[in-house]
């Protein structure tokens, strides 16, 4: 069924159907169109439009719609297809056989417009808080990590050199506050999401005295938006969800990529658990990080969602245009993509083995102690450009011996300066390099642990 035929004599060109229906994807907003329609009855009888009898049919029938599709979400595709033009065309026809001429009432006053900005609203809403509910899962586990690896420590890395020593719970801290600033970010564009366009009309706004603000309470939206052609035409609340989705899923791309190199036998900090790796179906000794390789690969599709937006409304005209029902398919790919990245997160960190003894050695090797030789030097009042040199000179020394700096005789030392006496050893070790650094935002282990409990305060105080 169409919704427009009357001014037209021949029907639709199969190849114009094809390009142009959008029921086998926005069949998805089929619950959220059915709530907006609801409310629109609502408001039609507000305005004495519709009769408060009227509305209640036309309410009890949708209802009734919405909860046959609610049981069995397929049902527009097996019924539409083929037949509707998208989901809105969908429900007014399902109506239309459920109830009869009523049904054709209900579109007074509406455009599929508004209509259709307001399912996204309402779709977009919904998906958000579940991805955070899923985010916080997927914090939890990097804190759990953090708190199960308390006193481990990894080697730190600049440009994939060994840097300096770190606590692990720091690198998994690290994550955490990136999916925090996600959630944030979510929450932001969550209050740009909660605006009401219906009532705004096909451009001009409706031209029955409906409650605007009413209305947006029924669908409990924070406001109406204040603008009808921009109301009809704006899709910065997907951007903006996009643009969430997008950064979200750089950051497990970041932590996926950090999960792979560590679990490589080069490095050998991590093992996979069996349930989130697979293996070679040619070479038998292969265990292979997939999950952790998809949260680093994943990323691209939704970063291209982000892009495929932008680039559809970019130079687009007032008001609405067709170009806008390409916003749905990037919106719910970038979505789903998000939920499985968020979702695997937990189960990959929970199953994570820890080479503690591996990891140590890591952060043991590199000289990673060699700021603490320039700070210790630094400390018997040397000026830090110099003592920078001098430990470098050290390290070129280290390197000739094969030993660590650590390990070098104090004679060896002393030769580099003087001013080096026995207590040094005791500031080269990897404890006194974290303690060194219980600074606000390092990795010294009291400051860990209060970032961590900060953290799962934090946490367990969002809802
Ligand atoms: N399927 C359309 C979309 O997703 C619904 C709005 C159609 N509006 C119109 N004037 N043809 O954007």
């Not at 026995?422 to 970032?451: C, M, W, Y």
């Amino acid at each position: 069924m169409a919704l427009w035929g009357g001014r037209f004599e021949s029907g639709p060109d199969a190849i114009f159907r094809e390009i142009n229906d959008s029921l086998h994807f926005d069949a998805r907003l089929a619950l959220c169109d059915i709530d907006g329609s609801i409310a629109w009855a609502n408001a039609l009888a507000r305005a004495h439009v519709l009769t408060d009898d009227e509305n209640v049919r036309l309410r009890n029938a949708l209802l009734a719609m919405r909860a046959t599709i609610a049981a069995d979400p397929q049902v527009p595709l097996r019924d539409g297809l083929g037949k509707d033009e998208d989901i809105h065309t969908f429900v007014e026809r399902r109506l239309t056989e459920s109830l009869g001429p009523l049904a054709k009432k209900l579109h007074t006053g509406r455009s599929r417009n508004d209509q259709v900005a307001t399912d996204l609203r309402l779709w977009t809403r919904h998906a958000i808080d579940a991805r955070l509910a899923e985010l916080k899962a997927a914090r939890a586990s990097l804190l759990d990590l953090a708190a199960r690896e308390r006193t481990t420590v990894i080697s730190g890395y600049t440009h994939l050199q060994r840097a300096q020593p770190l606590l692990l719970a720091h690198w998994a801290l690290a994550y955490e506050a990136m999916l925090a600033r996600d959630s944030v970010r979510f929450k932001d564009a969550r209050a740009r999401v909660n605006l009401c366009p219906l009532g705004s009309g096909a451009l001009a706004g409706t031209a029955y005295p409906i409650d605007r603000y009413a209305l947006a309470q029924d669908l409990y939206f924070a406001a109406p938006t204040t603008n009808s052609l921009d109301a009809v035409s704006d899709r910065d609340f997907v951007l903006e969800t996009l643009a969430a989705i997008a950064i979200t899923a750089t950051h497990i791309s970041r932590l996926g990529e950090d999960l792979v190199l560590y679990g490589s036998q080069e490095f050998n900090f991590f093992e996979f658990g069996d349930q989130v790796s697979s293996g070679s179906s040619l070479m038998p000794q292969k265990k292979n990080p997939d999950a952790a390789e998809l949260m680093r690969g994943k990323a691209a599709r939704t970063i291209g969602s982000l892009v495929t937006l932008l680039t559809a409304v970019k130079g687009l005209p007032l008001a609405y245009n067709k170009d806008l029902q390409e916003d749905k398919e990037p919106l719910f790919d970038a979505m789903d993509t998000l939920s499985l990245m968020l979702r695997v997160t937990p189960v990959v960190m929970r199953t994570l083995k820890v080479r503690v003894d591996v990891c140590r050695k890591a952060a043991e090797g590199g000289h990673s102690n060699a700021t603490d030789l320039a700070d210790y030097l630094v400390e018997k009042n040397i000026p830090f450009r110099e003592a920078h040199d001098l430990v470098g000179k050290a390290v070129r020394r280290a390197l000739e011996l094969d030993i660590s700096l650590d390990r070098m005789p104090l004679d060896e030392l002393r030769a580099i300066s003087p001013v080096i006496a026995q207590d040094v050893f005791s500031r080269l070790t990897i404890e006194a390099s974290l303690n060194r650094r219980e600074v606000l935002g390092g990795t010294g282990p009291k400051v860990v642990h209060t970032a961590l409990t900060k953290a799962q305060e934090q946490l367990n105080a969002e809802q």
